[in-house]
């Protein structure tokens, strides 16, 4: 089973660049959702959905655009990117937004130049 | 919303129980108790979640106080491979104002000596 798959697993970037990181769930998930991690901090939400077509935001979500046009997939947007977004980004999905087990991808990590 | 409190680190010699607190003092009603875990250079992964009742499965145990503004993750035998960040997380399965916002804490740093 292959969960929740991210891509790129790297990437150098310099700044004002643009990238989207993917993120794909093969479990019929409605909740998707990403963090950011930076070094010795916990995981911070950038973006969240609660199913296709239904986005919002979360704590820390300047820079960053989303879209949930089918169930799978909930890319991350990098519209210019700045050196304070130099981070690990995880995915994490779930049956519904607020009970239950998340599932989160190996994470990506993204260096911004 | 409700917050959690964790000790920033703990240590533990393998084979021996490791008991990880947390509190969480303005706990609701309806928010559910979720432990999380981060291996180094890994995603989280789920361990346990609760209401009120103890609960029990193959990685953990979760015991909550009667009053609930507390709970503790207990490990019943350490090994190497339970070294990591572990994560007390309030969701509210209400919904309301933090429905979707899974909210991360610093979490408890658990170190596990040979």
């Known amino acids: 089973n292959a969960g929740v798959t991210q891509t790129p697993k790297f990437q150098v970037l310099k700044t004002g660049q643009s990238m989207t990181l993917q993120c794909a769930q093969d479990?019929?998930?409605?909740?998707m959702s990403w963090y950011r991690q930076d070094p010795g901090m916990g995981l911070r939400l950038i973006h969240y959905?609660?199913?296709?077509?239904?986005?919002d935001q979360g704590e820390v979500p300047n820079g960053y655009n989303v879209s949930r046009s089918t169930t799978e997939d909930f890319p991350l947007r990098l519209l210019s990117a700045a050196p304070s977004q130099t981070s690990v980004y995880f995915c994490?999905?779930?049956?519904?937004?607020?009970?239950?087990?998340?599932?989160f991808g190996e994470g990506s990590r993204l260096t911004v130049l | 919303d409700a917050k959690t409190t964790q000790p920033n680190s703990m240590e533990s010699n393998e084979e021996e129980p490791v008991h990880l607190p947390c509190n969480h003092s303005?706990?609701?009603?309806?928010?559910?108790i979720h432990w999380y875990r981060q291996l180094p250079s890994q995603g989280p992964e789920y361990v346990i979640h609760?209401?009120?009742s103890n609960v029990n499965n193959r990685m953990a145990s979760l015991a909550i106080a009667e009053d609930r503004k507390s709970s503790t993750l207990i490990l019943h035998r350490a090994t190497l491979r339970d070294a990591a960040v572990y994560y007390c997380?309030?969701?509210?399965?209400?919904?309301?104002?933090?429905?979707?916002?899974?909210?991360f804490g610093q979490g408890t740093i658990l170190t596990v000596h040979p």
């Open positions: 303005t706990i609701s009603g309806t928010d559910y």
């Open positions: 959905s609660v199913g296709a077509g239904i986005t």
């Open positions: 479990m019929n998930h409605e909740y």
């Open positions: 994490a999905s779930g049956l519904q937004a607020n009970t239950g087990e998340l599932f």
């Open positions: 997380i309030l969701r509210d399965i209400a919904g309301g104002t933090s429905y979707g916002k899974l909210t």
């Open positions: 609760g209401l009120t």
